[in-house]
């Protein structure tokens, strides 16, 4: 039997981003209901290379969709001129394991990251949000203010990197594509980019904060991405004793999240103060947003059921869109 093969540009025509919010919100409902199948993901630390390979399997009984992805993020990549994410998507027949697919992941993981931000901010942010800050300039933060321009009516967008022209860059790349405003300015810096903002999103790879949580505005929603090993740090304290913390799995964060993890050692964070699941609130389990002037964080670490929901809808689309190489293997 053939295998479908999607390459990176034939992987973004399968999966928009409206389709993939919608997707992910479906399987952060799976995960919190515990119908969905995905062990903690494994990991392979590249010290020298402050690198890592990350393997990722899930199965989602609702969608049909058996995958697993192989990730690796070496930071230092862009010095020779590489990506700093390269990843595959193994997608198989959970009737017969046979595979049925293999998927360009860097955009996929892209995409579903940005996607899950927006089912958060779909869920917890103000309707009237209309100005956002992406704190990063890479492909993610890319996808961050595609995903959040899907679900709110986005005027002004303010981008901030220590790299001025990599932000200046983000600013022309993306001013009036894909649903995002023509306002994209770049901030002179994080805090001022923050201050201005009713949705924050960081996309970093940082190991402090990207902010200073003094600057939010009340009725913010913030969405943090970036950080997925005990010691990257994107959010401060004060950002998390101010909001009302959503995540997309607590044993995911509790085992990855840098921004919960030393908190909770050093004895200035509990665990009991994360107020809930993303899906648990979709299920209409645990509130969300209760007062306008909340202050709500959406910490995200990434979970295999968002790789194999978009994998899912990717696949689909492909199908009857002809899209990708048949090979038999």
Known sequence: MPIRILTSQQLRQALPMVDAVKAMKQAYAQLSSGAARVPLRSRIDFDQASGVALFMPAYLPQDESLAIKIVSVFPHNPDQDLPTIHALVLVLDPAT???????????????????????????????????????????????????????????????????????????????GHNGVPQSVQVAESADKAVAEADIVCTATTSHQPVFDGRRLRPGCHVNAVGSFTPNMVEIDLETLTRARVVVDSRDAVLEEAGELIQPIRAGKYKERDIHAELGEIILGKSEGRTEAEQITLFKSVGVAVQDAAAAAVALRSAEAKGLGELIDL
């Not at 697919?101 to 309707?127: K, P, Q």
């Open 97 to 175: 394991g046979r595979p049925m697919a293999l998927l360009e992941g860097a955009s996929l993981t892209a995409i579903r990251t940005g996607a899950g931000s927006g089912a958060a901010t779909d869920v917890l942010a103000r309707a009237e949000s209309s100005t956002v800050a992406i704190i990063g300039s890479g492909a993610q933060a890319k996808t961050q203010l595609e995903a959040v321009c899907c679900v709110r009516d986005i005027e002004q967008v303010w981008v901030y990197s220590p790299n001025s022209e990599h932000a200046q860059a983000f600013a022309i790349d993306t001013a």
